[in-house]
């Protein structure tokens, strides 16, 4: 069963001289277990479109169910529905409170309503996937490194074992080092049967990371294909002023040079094959 | 003219944050300081407008030291200095006001103060900005503000403490625009940390912190063909040095020194 | 709910109250609440809202900007209202249920107090809408800096920081109540102790990053060469005007009127 979202609009302060259109007729399904990236610039429409996954937001137009529950107001279903869909924003290190890790991270199963010995059990799991020490259970979280408060949201996050996972901007602020270990423990994450949809603004790291991808820009699904099909229409892409990937401008510069290289190209392994394999046409 | 001699810092709780560091920064430079967080790059910075003191040797700017009383605030309007977070810098409600807060502080009159804004917000490209509500602007925009309020103060030095780890791509083009611009074209001796390569490609040289140390200062040229000691330092390289250098090992006759993916395509074309 | 807030929101504009020196305006406020608090009988109100009504028509703002502040305050005002009816011991008793007791004066009480809370938010609100943020703390400072207040210049800048931030701090309880939404917080169930404990996991975060703001601001603001208020210019120095002198002989009418209603004119009875 998957979330569904179909021909979902929504405005933000509708009938004002302020209305701005988020989303325009939105259709798109996550399947379970799947990776999908999504990708747009600041404004296009991404933060609102999670927000519909959940239920912090309500569709104004079209439909939005999650394994079949409908996503609406009054919805008994509500609850559920935010359990199913885990969902971390932007800095999400900024929401933790509790005075020690543990507690923090147990703060969705008790919400839950678990018992404790579940909570407990659940909380040393959730720290398992993000692996973090479990000498850190008693610690302070605000006595932690910026990587670690991190991982800590999230364990908080995944505590209330969610079947999908969605997350803004995991990755924002890290240096290259931290972005790589974030990328590693969101592809073990989905290994591990999690469905994982990764909001950002830059491709470079979702590229490395999906196998489908999601381009929407000023409140439209653009393309919504495997990545390599949507890797080969860097030009379109840059026309839009969306951001391109360096792999992906070099290949473009190549072949306006005349080079008959590839477009689908991922990563700097794939571009160098590419290269070479054209030069040795020559 | 920045000379920093010997500079060894330690935070409070004992950790040396920076072990011994020297280098010199002639005017009108365009300086790069890269680094992964935790390797002192920061806290270098804040050594260069007196917000830090050493715990020994000297950092000294056109022969000011942060040490002495009289220097300090000297010190603080010739370094103007720009923060990561643009949502906690700003101090006027304003985009107007917030621009004047630092001449204000320097006591100078009104019209003068009214000639070095309008200056400074035409400089970063904000001036129809004036009269916005700062947190009605973008992260790129409030950054601008942020180094129009620094600009207009009139200093000699930029610091920039990787003001675009939190901006989007669009935002950080913005901010290396205004920054680029103000060295090219009047002659601000920039410092700018970061930890993205792209950004530090475009410096005149470009330093690398790790463990409190700089590993390596040179011309970005030279830093990123040493893609073996970067990679150990566990930094990225701009994905057309790598590129070339990854060429190259497969026999690949490019010439050395290739940073960007227009010069990378240039040097395939006569190959092919 | 938290964008009902009026008090604080400027409403651009270039009306005679708009381009009053704000020190005239924040006096003129004071001479207004003075006299307000002088009125004892209805006409005296009438007065007081008549003037009111004019310098809600001359400033420009849409009388309904100008009335919404009184939104978010009206338990308060109901509460003033009945608070005043049950507990006036004096006057002609018109109604009775055990302890509790209606007077005429109650009720008269009653009317006053409300009248007197709904039309000094009112005129505060004005001084705010026709004020930018910066002017009014600069006024303030001045006024406070001539009553010999100690700590005038920090409170004018505490102010100025907080007019900042308000907005800021806004979008980011907004952001929160989500993340914690999103994580099964429920801020809307429960009785009032429940309702007080769902509020932790917003005030800490909120708490932390307030403070978070603050070091980051006292040190870009150290940075930028703030050292207290000696010897501080402004880009826009206040000046008063012939107008600032008009403005302030018309409220010190207003108080002459109704100190004159209440000690001697006795015309309207």
Redesign the interface.
């Known amino acids: 069963m998957p979330i569904v979202l179909e021909n979902v609009s929504y405005t933000y302060q509708p009938g004002t001289p302020f209305a701005a259109a988020a989303l325009r007729e939105v259709s798109l399904t996550v399947k379970s277990g799947e990776l999908v990236g999504l990708i747009g610039h600041t404004g296009s429409g991404k933060s609102t479109l999670i927000?519909h996954c959940?239920g912090?937001l309500f569709p104004q137009a079209g439909r939005v169910t999650v394994d079949g529950l409908p996503v609406a107001p009054k919805s008994k279903d509500l609850?559920e529905i935010?359990?199913k869909v885990?969902?971390v924003?932007q800095y999400?290190e900024?929401?933790?409170?509790?005075e020690t890790v543990e507690l923090d991270i147990a703060?969705?199963p008790k919400?839950?309503g678990l018992g404790e010995a579940e909570t407990r059990r659940r909380t040393r799991w959730a720290m398992g996937m993000v692996e973090l020490d479990e000498k850190l259970a008693g610690a302070s979280p605000?006595s932690l490194s910026g990587g670690e408060k991190r991982r800590v949201a999230i364990a908080?996050?995944l505590a209330?074992r969610p079947k999908y996972l969605i997350l803004d901007e995991p990755c924002a602020g890290l240096d290259p080092q931290g972005r790589e270990e974030m990328l590693r423990q969101l592809r073990r994450l989905n290994e591990k049967g999690l469905a994982i949809l990764l909001v950002s603004h830059s491709m470079d790291d979702v590229a490395r990371l999906v196998r489908r991808l999601v381009v929407i820009h000023q409140g439209r699904i653009l393309y919504d294909d495997p990545v390599r099909q949507v890797f080969a229409r860097a030009a379109e892409m840059a026309e839009l002023g969306l951001d391109v990937p360096e792999v992906m401008k070099l290949m473009l510069l190549l072949r306006e040079k005349g080079l008959p290289a590839r477009q689908d190209i991922l990563t700097a392994e794939e571009g160098q094959e590419e290269i070479l394999r054209v030069l040795s046409h020559a | 003219m920045i000379e920093i001699r010997d500079l060894h810092y330690c935070y409070e709780n004992g950790t040396e944050a920076i072990k011994g560091a020297d280098l010199t920064v002639p005017d009108g430079e365009f300086l790069a300081i890269l680094g992964h967080n935790g390797s002192g790059k920061s806290t270098l910075a804040r050594h260069l407008?007196g917000?830090l003191l050493p715990a020994s040797g000297e950092v000294l700017v056109d022969g000011l030291s942060g040490r002495r009383p009289e220097d300090a605030?000297r010190l603080?309007?010739r370094v103007?200095?720009v923060?990561q977070?643009p949502?906690?810098?700003?101090?006027?409600?304003?985009v107007?006001?917030d621009t004047?807060?630092?001449?204000?502080?320097?006591?100078?009159?009104?019209e003068l103060?009214?000639r070095r804004?309008d200056e400074a917000l035409a400089g970063v490209g904000m001036a129809e900005f004036k009269d916005k509500?700062?947190?009605l602007l973008s992260g790129g925009q409030k950054q601008r503000v942020?180094i129009a309020?620094?600009m207009a103060?009139r200093p000699k030095v930029l610091v920039l403490d990787e003001p675009t780890a939190m901006l989007d791509p669009r935002g950080r083009r913005e901010v290396m625009a205004a920054a680029l611009r103000l060295n090219r074209d009047e002659g601000i001796t920039v410092v700018h940390i970061t930890h993205i390569m792209e950004e530090a490609a475009l410096a005149d040289r470009v330093a690398v912190m790790a463990a409190g140390r700089l590993a390596m200062v040179g011309p970005p040229r030279e830093i990123f063909h040493q893609i073996k000691a970067l990679r150990d330092l566990r930094l990225d390289v701009p994905l057309a040095a790598e590129m070339a250098w990854r060429l190259r090992e497969r026999g690949v006759p490019l010439p050395e020194g290739i940073l960007t993916s227009a010069e990378l395509a240039v040097a395939l074309c006569p190959l092919y | 709910m938290l964008k009902d807030i009026t008090v604080g929101q400027y409403y651009p504009g270039q009306s005679f109250l708009h381009r009053l020196d704000p020190r005239a305006k924040i006096i003129g406020l004071a001479l207004y609440m003075t006299a307000l608090f002088l009125v004892r009988r209805l006409a005296g109100f009438g007065y007081v809202a008549v003037f009111t009504v004019l310098l809600i028509a001359s400033s420009g703002v849409p009388p309904k900007v100008a009335l919404k502040g009184i939104k978010p305050i009206w338990p308060l005002l109901a509460f003033t209202l009945v608070l005043n009816f049950f507990l006036t011991p004096a006057g002609e008793v018109l109604w009775r249920w055990g302890a509790l007791k209606v007077t005429d004066a109650g009720i008269t009480r009653g009317i006053f107090m409300t009248l007197r809370l709904v039309l000094l938010l009112n005129a505060t609100a004005l001084l705010t809408l026709t004020t930018?943020?910066?002017r009014l703390t600069d006024g303030l400072e001045r006024v406070m800096g001539r009553l010999r207040v100690p700590m005038a210049h920090e409170l004018a800048m505490m102010m100025?920081?907080a007019?900042?931030f308000i907005?800021?701090l806004i979008?980011e309880t907004e952001?929160?109540m989500?993340?914690?939404?999103?994580?099964?917080?429920?801020f809307e169930r429960g009785g009032l102790i429940a309702r007080a404990k769902s509020l932790?996991?917003l005030l800490?975060?909120l708490f932390?990053?307030a403070l978070?703001?603050a070091d980051?601001?006292a040190?870009?603001?150290?940075?930028?060469?703030?050292?207290g208020g000696e010897?501080?210019?402004?880009?826009?120095?206040l000046r008063y005007q012939a107008r600032d002198g008009a403005a302030l002989l018309l409220a010190g009418g207003l108080l002459a009127l109704t100190v004159a209603d209440r000690y001697w004119l006795r015309w309207l009875n």
């Open positions: 927000q959940n912090l609850r935010r359990r885990g969902l924003f999400p900024q929401q933790l409170f509790e703060f969705g919400s839950l605000f908080g996050v209330s | 407008n917000l605030w603080r309007q103007g200095m923060f977070n949502d906690n810098q700003l101090i006027a409600a304003s107007e006001e004047a807060f630092g001449p204000e502080n320097l006591g100078l009159a009104p103060i009214r804004v509500a700062v947190h942020a309020g620094v103060m | 930018t943020p910066i100025t920081i007019l900042r907005p800021t979008e952001r929160l989500k993340a914690q939404t999103a994580r099964g917080a429920d932790i996991p800490v975060p932390v990053g978070r703001r980051d601001l040190t870009a603001m150290e940075a930028r060469c703030y050292r010897g501080r210019t402004r880009l826009r120095p």
